[in-house]
Nanobody, 126 residues
Framework: QVQLVESGGGLVQPGGSLRLSCVAS????????IAWFRQAPGKERERVSC????????YYKDSVKGRFTISRDDVASTVYLQINDLKPEDPAVYYC???????????????????WGQGTQVTVSS
């Protein structure tokens, strides 16, 4: 059974940090591109970061560059998203998603990804 399970979300003050984790099971994660999407209330789900399967090349949405860091540990079948300097525009449900293949480039739509986790909530306190 294919599963992606996210964890690590929570309530954080502006400027704070979180590390999100996504644990994969039921498929060979090393052969998949893994992306993090987020969806805020009333907004479309958007890709914020992605990491390739073989080359490890990463992608970041402009608004998170320098604050978010994606990494993967294929032995542990886990992908991480380190979020630093949380801003008011960051609160959302964060989802990890998997796509069979090598590269992130050109695959920014939710339709490009085959497997999805259930999401983890990130909230910034006022």
């Amino acid at each position: 059974q294919v599963q992606l399970v996210e964890s690590g979300g929570g309530l954080v003050q502006p400027g704070g940090s979180l590390r999100l984790s996504c644990v994969a099971s039921g498929f060979t994660m090393s052969k998949y591109v893994i992306a993090w999407f987020r969806q805020a209330p009333g907004k479309e789900r958007e890709r914020v970061s992605c990491i390739g399967s073989t080359d490890g090349i990463v992608y970041y949405k402009d608004s998170v560059k320098g604050r978010f860091t994606i990494s993967r540990d294929d032995v542990a079948s886990t992908v991480y998203l380190q979020i630093n300097d949380l801003k008011p525009e960051d609160p959302a449900v964060y989802y990890c998603a998997a796509r069979y293949g090598y590269y992130c480039s050109g695959y920014g739509s939710t339709y490009d990804y085959e497997y999805w986790g259930q999401g983890t909530q990130v909230t910034v306190s006022s």
